[in-house]
């Protein structure tokens, strides 16, 4: 168990609405990741965080923000979800010293 | 650009025998590869790993081999189990971009 909790599981929301999900981490690690999966694409980065305050973009960033104002907590907000949008979220940590991420259990999100 | 590739979206192997799922990469900077196994509605477990200074990597029934001259890497599972069925990725990283690159993913099926 990685210590990760991810909420909330599932989501329905309509076209042009703001959504945020939140990724929760105990292990106090200083690197965390959003990643989407997607049918034929398996999982793209979309954000990830190097510390408190630092984020960068992945290779699917459009549409997305994040922000990490504590350790423990990342959170990716759709400002204005699309359909496109519709995916399974999956938030991830990475210890320090090494190259393994460990994910949490996963966001549905459906945007209709 | 697809740096990373499973180009085999299924397997179906019978209880007992070899499973080899098999991945591509084309970015010679990759220093470090992963794999990870992914049940439904179920967070990405990570399973093995190799560094490119290796060629081989066991642990139990889990073995990864590297090629690097041809970019590519292989999991084998012996014996296989009906509860191996599941989503295998191979991801990649460079050790400098702290980011894993994921393929497309892998279904494979164990039958008893």
């Known amino acids: 168990d990685a210590g990760i909790t991810q909420s909330p599981r599932h989501k329905v929301t309509e076209t042009g609405t703001p959504v945020t999900l939140r990724c929760h981490q105990t292990?106090?690690?200083?690197?965390m990741y959003w990643y989407r999966q997607d049918p034929g694409h398996g999982l793209r980065l979309i954000h990830y965080?190097?510390?408190?305050?630092?984020?960068d973009k992945g290779e699917v960033s459009d549409g997305y923000s994040v922000s990490r104002s504590k350790t423990e907590d990342f959170l990716l907000t759709l400002e204005s979800a699309t359909s496109s949008q519709t995916s399974v979220y999956f938030c991830a940590i990475k210890p320090g010293h090494a190259y393994e991420q460990y994910f949490g259990p996963g966001t549905r999100l459906t945007v209709t | 650009d697809q740096q990373v590739k499973q180009n085999s979206p299924s397997l179906s192997v019978q209880e007992g025998r070899i499973s080899i799922l098999n991945c591509d990469y084309t970015n010679s900077m990759f220093d470090y590869f992963l794999w990870y196994k992914k049940y439904p509605a179920e967070g990405p477990t990570f399973l093995i790993s190799?560094?490119?200074?290796?060629d081989k990597n066991e642990d139990g029934r889990f073995t990864v081999f590297l090629n690097k001259s041809a970019k590519h890497l292989s999991l084998h599972i012996v014996p296989s189990q009906p509860g191996d069925s599941a989503v295998y990725f191979c991801?990649?990283?460079?050790?400098?971009?702290?980011?894993?690159?994921f393929g497309q993913g892998t279904t494979l099926q164990v039958k008893p």
């Open positions: 292990e106090n690690h200083r690197y």
């Open positions: 991801a990649s990283s460079a050790r400098d971009t702290g980011k894993l690159i």
């Open positions: 190799i560094s490119s200074i290796k």
């Open positions: 965080s190097y510390g408190v305050k630092d984020t």
